[in-house]
């Protein structure tokens, strides 16, 4: 998965052996994408996102009710290659909006100048902690999400001991070589758990932390499908033989994924999330410069931020809504957590020392 990927917890669904097209935004019945087939009209509003938006059909559809405007999604690969995309075309872009850029990728797309300000409409209703452009309204934020470590219950009740539940407590004697974790060079989880150890130890702190974790046995993989589904002793993913690290980096909203596709679906979530090893990622869309159909792309970026789509994302993306009186479903509240405190560090950082972290990372622990 790319480092600029945070949505690869829909394919827990496809470890459960069901189809992924709702959840990664394929068409289904509930599930809009008119790809690249679509022949754009006055009337046709296109986003161009990165390969995982989602959004039910009747949520479109009142969009084109309220506005006249019909959406056309335009994915693009993963998020990282998406915004390479429109900063090569920048100036006559693919679309009208673009959909994606996420708090580690921000600092390089607003640099770029590829957003026209617009300050949408509902953007009171939105917390301050996402609106991180809050002054020139260059991108509007949509979700956010949080990458932490999730554990295996049964594991931890077999053996009578408390999962971790802190950045403190990985690197405690009991769980040695209990961790698996993704390369932060290669992956997005991986580079959120390492973004996280930055903003939790700072910059004179991190690597001695991971000094520590290399030396009570963490396992670093290329990937989030292959630390989930393979390493994962929590995963119900239909394996012959299940891995054997009961800890796993991935996403905060990962145990409601297990619940909602397993057949039948339990009444408790088979795992559990460490809420204090938590790396808080936001994500933003914007009018892109140039757009055709500007109206229609402010239009849209309204439409983001309204209750009616900001209730569809939880299902449809696994993602946690933006606006103050957004509902989440049952299946959110009743099998996901609340991360209070998520560590976060601020996109200009991580623009100026991104390369240089993982760089330090890479020689620190997989060599």
């Known amino acids: 998965m790319s480092t600029t990927k945070k949505l690869a917890v829909t394919a827990v669904a496809a470890a459960l052996g069901i189809s992924t097209l709702a959840a990664c935004g394929g068409e289904s019945e509930d599930s809009a994408d008119t790809g690249s087939k679509a022949k754009p009209t006055s ?60 708090n580690t990728l921000l600092s390089r797309a607003l640099d770029n100048g590829l957003f026209t300000p617009y300050e949408a409409k509902g953007l009171d ?39 971790p539940q802190s950045f403190e407590d990985l690197v405690k004697p009991a769980y040695k070589n209990l961790l698996v ?16 150890s930055v903003g939790k130890y700072g910059d004179d702190g991190w690597q001695d932390y991971w000094k520590q974790l290399k030396g009570n046995g963490v396992k670093v993989v290329d990937g989030w499908e292959q630390a989930y589904n393979e390493e994962f002793s929590g995963s119900a993913g239909g394996k012959k033989t299940k ?36 790396f808080r990622q936001t994500e933003f869309a914007g009018l892109l410069k140039g757009a055709k159909n500007e109206a229609g792309g402010k239009a849209l970026l ?30 959110f509240t ?17 623009a100026k020392n991104r390369e240089q972290w993982v760089q330090s990372w890479s020689s620190l622990v997989l060599k």
């Open 43 to 102: 009337k046709t509003v296109t986003l161009v996102s990165h390969d995982s938006f989602a959004a039910s059909a009747a949520v479109l559809k009142e969009f084109t009710r309220q506005t006249g405007y019909t959406v056309q999604v335009l994915k693009s690969g993963d998020a990282g290659a998406a915004l390479n995309k429109e900063i090569l075309t920048k100036g006559a872009p693919q679309g009208d909006v673009f959909f994606g850029v996420d």
């Open 125 to 163: 209703r939105v917390a301050d902690a996402a609106q991180l452009d809050k002054d020139k309204h260059r991108v509007t934020p949509v979700d956010t999400g949080d990458i932490c470590v999730n554990y295996d219950k049964k594991y931890f009740a077999d053996r009578k001991l408390a999962p």
């Open 181 to 196: 974790t993704e390369n932060a060079a290669t992956s997005s989880p991986g580079l959120g758990f390492l973004l996280g």
């Open 243 to 278: 891995g054997d690290r009961p800890l796993v980096v991935s996403y905060a909203s990962s145990p409601p994924v297990e619940v909602l596709y397993a057949e039948p679906q339990p009444a408790e979530a088979p795992t559990g999330v460490a809420t204090g090893t938590c």
């Open 302 to 331: 309204d439409f983001l931020v309204s209750t009616k789509f900001q209730e569809d994302m939880p299902l449809k993306m696994f993602v946690n809504p933006v606006v103050k009186d957004a509902k989440l479903p049952e299946l």
């Open 334 to 350: 009743k099998h996901g957590v609340v991360v209070d405190k998520p560590e976060t560090v601020a996109p200009d950082e991580i």
